[in-house]
């Protein structure tokens, strides 16, 4: 269901990312039944990482993928991420931790139950959170999972509110 990378990227990468995404403009989602008190935005620079990261993704599949896309989202007190499954052609999931500024574990949870279908947000998904996977995250770390097959979600961050953690999320496509 999920599959964790350590240390994907160096803490001099990490740096630096951190700081080019700080300095980027973001937007405030508005659809709360997603997302609450988060930024999101692409930001070009954090193309740079496709390769080395497409290169774990490949070692895990033994079929083609296609990039499709990244962005980032900064993550403030009380956010969370609803349970979902990824849009069609987003096939392959990658969050990539850049920050965890926050105390506590915030792992990006994955049901074992796969999903079938579209996905219809209006379901009552008891039966997917009951079996999972969590997994933490540390800057540079890694987690991926077949995001349009299998739901996921991140539970309330509880931080200070200075405080944010900040992943980015690659897409593939089987080709």
Known sequence: ????FPQVLTNTEIDEAREIILKSNFNKELDTRF?????GSHIAYLDNFVPKIEMLVKSVFDRPIKYSNSFCRLYHDQSYLGIHTDRQGLDVT????IAKESEMDWPLCVSH???EGRWRDCEDMT???KDY?????NPGEAGFCLGTIYPHWRDTLHCLPDQKNIYVFYHWSFA
């Open 113 to 115: 139950k796969p999903w």
């Open 1 to 4: 269901m999920i599959k964790k």
């Open 35 to 39: 997302y609450y008190n988060s930024l």
């Open 133 to 137: 996977t969590a997994v933490n995250l």
């Open 127 to 129: 039966e997917y959170k």
């Open 94 to 97: 990658v969050s990539l931790c």
